[in-house]
């Protein structure tokens, strides 16, 4: 069985590979993408919130948000409607996600629509905030995961759903509240607490 060795020791025999990765810039890094995610979540939780905000116009930039009633119509054509080629099916061609999402959550819609507000709200949320990081990572890949087998079969440009969810894998793995998030003051006052989700 080999010894544990501590990182110090390590640097000392290889100087050259500690200089490799400064770990409080890598900290910092991660800390931008966790914030930047929990942006985009809690954005669009808003929007589902109060709809007026689903509509973004600054001078030249227009953009928008998805809405509750905006997700429930984007869930039901992506399931139920979309054609990719003339002739061909329509919705969604993932064996058996046509009749859990029209018969489980579009059948209960106004529980579901709720969910997805408290996911990306709270998840949003604890994301800019650096708060239990890698739990709210975790829900939210869930939520990004399930749109990812939505489009499974829509003809989407190839890396549209795994630029969202690939980062989420990370920041439910790696501990990306311990800078400029809360994450980082509990693990400094609890060490007993430096373990997943922290």
């Known amino acids: 069985m080999q010894p544990v060795t501590s ?8 100087p050259e590979t500690a200089r490799l990765v400064d770990p409080v810039l890598f900290g910092r890094g991660m800390a931008v993408i966790r914030i930047f995610f929990g942006i985009i979540l809690l954005a669009n939780g808003l929007a589902k919130l109060e709809p007026s905000l689903g509509r973004i116009d600054l001078g030249p930039y227009h953009a ?28 969604t061609e993932v064996p058996g996600l046509s009749p859990f999402v029209n018969d489980v ?5 106004g ?30 890949l ?11 079969s829509s003809n ?12 989420l894998v990370v920041l439910a793995l790696v501990p990306a509240g311990r800078i400029w998030g809360l994450d980082g003051a509990i693990v ?11």
């Open 7 to 14: 990182p110090d020791s390590v640097a000392t025999r290889h």
């Open 64 to 91: 928008n948000l998805v809405t509750r009633d905006g997700a429930r119509s984007i869930l039901n054509f992506e399931v139920n409607e979309r054609q990719v080629v003339r002739d061909g099916p329509r919705g």
């Open 105 to 109: 959550i579009l059948a209960n819609w």
């Open 111 to 140: 529980i579901f629509q709720w969910v997805v507000v408290g996911i990306e709200v709270i998840g949003g949320g604890l994301l800019i905030l650096g708060l239990a990081t890698r739990a709210a990572a975790l829900v939210a």
């Open 142 to 152: 869930g939520q990004q995961l399930f749109l990812a087998l939505v489009y499974l």
């Open 156 to 167: 989407r440009w190839a890396f549209e759903q795994p630029h969202e969810y690939v980062p």
């Open 188 to 198: 400094r006052d609890r060490p007993a607490l430096r373990r997943w989700p922290f």
